[in-house]
């Protein structure tokens, strides 16, 4: 079974920048599309980014497009999320998720990790 381990929130001020990480225990990620999901207090959790299991594609939502880049190291089974220019509205706890490329099986999740933005 696969664990994820997100790190690298943390509190900022406006137009500062942090890089999220999420390393995967208990299996390899070569055969998972790899995303980012937000979850800010009393809204539902949402999706910021994506790269798929050969790394020919991301995907990102409109308001992160431009600040945000999502990467990954399959021989470090890793993923993680640049942003930069942060703003007080991606103030959220930041999930890494892990879906199998053949659509097969379970999605796993990790619990987060918080990023305060203040203005």
């Known amino acids: 079974q696969v664990q994820l381990v997100e790190s690298g929130g943390g509190s900022v001020q406006a137009g500062g920048s942090l890089k999220l990480s999420c390393e995967a225990s208990g299996g390899t990620l070569s055969t998972y599309n790899m995303g980012w999901f937000r979850q800010a207090p009393g809204k539902e959790r949402k999706f910021v980014a994506a790269?798929?299991?050969?790394?020919?594609?991301?995907r990102y939502t409109n308001s992160v497009k431009g600040r945000f880049t999502i990467s990954r190291d399959n021989r470090k089974n890793m993923v993680s999320l640049q942003m930069s220019n942060l703003k007080p509205e991606d103030t959220a706890v930041y999930y890494c998720n892990a879906q199998p490329e053949n659509g097969l099986g379970p999605d796993y999740w990790g619990r987060g990790t918080q990023v305060t933005v203040s203005s």
């Open positions: 790269v798929n299991w050969s790394q020919d594609s991301t």
